[in-house]
């Protein structure tokens, strides 16, 4: 699977993070409504673990993940433990890889002879920056909003909206967008939140996200709720569709031309109706 093939497919909606070192996750991060599951090398592998987690990933990833994707997060380009992550995925069946703290196309360098999608991880000013130029590249499939490591950077107060990062976030979907590549929301950290993590994911959708980035299996379902289309917008979608003659027309008390068709047949895809 080449990265355009990879950026032609439907988007994931949830895209859950398992810790290499976490035998019971993975053991049961297969049952799981995840769209895709993200193996973790990096931040949630202690120090100590990173050979376990590396052996671990190998392990799971060889016995297989039924009907779902599956992608490494590997350590940051720079880091002491990259090198041996990425030896670490030779001849795995991978999706995709995800490369956290990008801040420009030449941090992806490492990753390209794996002929892998790069989910690259914006994380920092820099990143801001640079992300429409990460986008572009060829061998980027999507970017991931890293919301955490951004706020940290911003030096904003604990607890802060994500409203003071409002810039930053539609920076990266964006660059996402004139890439031609996904965009990912970044991870929310109250997992015993349900009513916060629904409007959030909510919010996500609505900014242009294609999906969400998960750190708890609890958040899976509501996740894919939030980036599914409800049974009135396909309703709405469907009539749509059947009334289009082609060009500018009125359609339900609105004028409607050609993009909105095509807008329409593509979340009718996404449901599975097209």
Known sequence: MTPSDYSADTPPRSLLYVPGSNARALEKAGGLAADMLIIDLEDAVPADRKAEARAAMRAAVTAGFPGKRVAVRVNAT????????IAALAGLALDAVVLPKVDAPSDLDPLRDLGLPILA???????????????????????????????????????????????????IILAARAGGVWAFDGVYN?????????????????????????????????????????EHEIAAAEALVAAATGGAQRHEGRMIEDMHVAAARALLERAGRG
């Open 78 to 85: 720079g880091s002491a433990e990259q090198a041996d992550d």
């Open 190 to 230: 109250a997992i015993d939140d349900a009513a916060g993590f629904a409007a959030e994911a909510a919010e996500g959708r609505r900014l242009g996200f294609d999906g969400k980035t998960l750190i708890h299996p609890s958040q899976v379902d509501p996740c894919n709720t939030a980036f599914a289309p409800s």
């Open 121 to 171: 991880m914006i994380e920092t000013p820099a990143a801001i920056y640079a992300a429409r130029d990460i986008a572009a590249d060829q061998a980027v499939a999507g970017l991931i909003a890293g919301l955490n490591d951004l706020a940290h950077e911003l030096k904003l107060p604990d607890g802060m909206d994500r409203g003071a990062m409002s810039h930053a976030i539609q920076a």
